[in-house]
């Protein structure tokens, strides 16, 4: 091995040892999903589920960040008000996402019908829920920090 080598791996083994020393648990791969301490992360589709020995805690999770940040609390016996934090900001998130879908797609209806007002207006409503959309998701990863 050569010196680079050792020393990324010692590297590695210091940031781990410091990470375990917080109090963090560090994720690991399983064949159900991705298991944070006895928390497993369920994964189907886009969305995630927290379940916690075989019983689901959390479903329907959109941000990785706020799944991953449950998950060590979760496993550290950590904070719960924030669990419920960063549940409510991923619904927040969830909502405003999916209504920016609703107005795209019927933004380009109404442009393929040449109804230039109805667009405009649905052009409108999309910004608005995209941005609201953002603002969520950064509060989120915010929160979600460790």
Partial sequence: MSDVSKRFEQL?????KKLADRGVHLPRRSEQGILIGHVLIRSHGALKDIVVNGKTVYDEISLNCVAIRIANLLAS???TKLCQQLIGIDREYSKHFMDSK?????YHRANAA?????AEILWTKYEL????????????EKL???
């Fill in 114 to 118: 040449s109804d230039s007002e109805k």
């Fill in 77 to 79: 016996n950590g904070d």
């Fill in 102 to 106: 609703f107005h795209i797609e019927h």
């Fill in 144 to 146: 979600s920090g460790f």
């Fill in 129 to 140: 829920a995209k941005q609201k959309a953002m603002e969520a998701k950064s509060q989120a």
């Fill in 12 to 16: 590695i083994k210091s940031a781990y």
